[in-house]
Nanobody
Framework: DVQLRVWRRGLVQAGGSLRLSCAAS????????LGWFRQAPGKEREFVALSSKYSQSVKGRFTTSRDSAKNTEYLQMDSLKREDTAVYYCAAALRTSDSFAYAYNPEIYDYWGQGTQVTVSS
């Protein structure tokens, strides 16, 4: 079975930093993009990042990276704002000629991890 396990490390005060990790198992890591989404209360799930593609709301503050030896994708979140408060998800999309271009579309993702709550306090 494919599993995407998400966990976090770091404080979550405004202006601070937090790193999310997403460890994948049960799939060939190199064949998949791992993207990040978030969902704030009362709002729709929104795209955050995939590889070098970022939403406008996080560009310049969030950075993705990948450790292929550990089958793990990371989301480094810096300069956190209260509006970054949400449940964060990682998701795996099979690498195709279109998958990067459509990274913002949840429908292209084949597998989803459990969400992890990130609450940024002032």
């Amino acid at each position: 079975d494919v599993q995407l396990r998400v966990w976090r490390r770091g404080l979550v005060q405004a202006g601070g930093s937090l790193r999310l990790s997403c460890a994948a198992s049960g799939l060939t890591f190199s064949r998949y993009h791992l993207g990040w989404f978030r969902q704030a209360p009362g709002k729709e799930r929104e795209f955050v990042a995939l590889s070098s593609k970022y939403s406008q709301s996080v560009k310049g503050r969030f950075t993705t990276s990948r450790d292929s030896a550990k089958n793990t994708e990371y989301l480094q979140m810096d300069s956190l704002k209260r509006e970054d408060t949400a449940v964060y998800y990682c998701a795996a999309a099979l690498r195709t000629s279109d998958s990067f271009a459509y990274a913002y579309n949840p429908e292209i993702y084949d597998y989803w991890g459990q969400g992890t709550q990130v609450t940024v306090s002032s």
